[in-house]
């Protein structure tokens, strides 16, 4: 079955850098692939899709990419704030004709001033 | 409402007793997901509605779980008999459409129900 394994040690980064967080698969490459961040107490909010015909998504200052061949994900925060402080979540569409979602468990982000 | 909105927020209960959670999707969304959130975990699958479909039930953990959507709109998720490991936060999302060649909707969701089964 499909595995998702991202880093569960929280990543530290000063304001201003890139951050970038890692999304790996195990086994059938999906479709497509979703990131959503979540905040402490509320739900995941959806951040971007990214194709499996597509290298490269970008919105604003965030930039995913979709290495089929790796069996990865990386997203991107450039020019990081405080308020990007979150967990984000990488999730994989499960073959089935409709939009099932499995999930990885998410790396949490701190962006210190 | 805007979003998707759930009920309660907080649930503190007794082992052994029955709960139910509840979900408002967002207006005109026909896809309706339930998945629970242990404390650092992923979400785990649960449940999924589509339109007037039979639901797709593969992720319940147990005969004890179940769900329903009245009029293709608000769903009830009910834990009958609670164990303490029930104990997480359930979470709702909605999308717009589901299904071949349209699969590729992000997902809605509400802030979920924290319960605590003591």
């Known amino acids: 079955s499909q595995k998702i394994e991202q880093n569960s040690e929280a990543l530290n980064i000063q304001e201003g850098k890139t951050a970038t967080l890692t999304c790996n698969y195990t086994n059938y490459s999906p479709a497509y692939l979703q990131w959503y961040r979540q905040d402490p107490g509320r739900g995941p909010v959806f951040l971007l899709l990214?194709?499996?015909?597509?290298k490269e998504k970008r919105k604003e200052r965030l930039k995913v990419t979709f290495d089929t061949t790796l069996k990865q994900s990386l997203f991107h925060i450039t020019a990081s704030q405080p308020a990007d402080s979150a967990t984000y979540l990488c999730a994989l569409d499960e073959p089935g004709g409709y939009n099932k979602l499995i999930f990885g468990a998410g790396t949490r982000l701190a962006v210190h001033p | 409402g805007a979003g998707v909105s759930q009920s309660p927020s907080n649930k503190v209960t007794e082992k052994g007793k029955d709960v139910e959670l509840r979900c408002d999707p967002i207006?005109?969304?026909?896809?309706l997901y339930w998945y629970r959130q242990s404390l650092g975990q992923g979400l785990e699958f649960l449940i999924y509605?589509?339109?007037?479909?039979?639901?797709?039930k593969s992720g319940l953990p147990s005969d004890r779980f179940s769900a329903e959507r009245t009029g293709g709109s608000v769903s009830t998720l009910t834990i009958q008999r609670t164990q303490q490991e029930d104990s997480a936060v359930y979470l709702c999302?909605?999308?717009?459409?589901?299904?071949?060649?349209?699969?590729?909707?992000?997902?809605?969701f509400g802030d979920g129900t924290r319960l605590s089964i003591l």
């Open positions: 207006s005109g969304h026909t896809a």
């Open positions: 999302a909605s999308s717009p459409l589901s299904g071949t060649g349209g699969s590729n909707q992000p997902q809605h």
């Open positions: 990214i194709r499996e015909n597509e």
């Open positions: 509605f589509q339109g007037n479909s039979a639901p797709d």
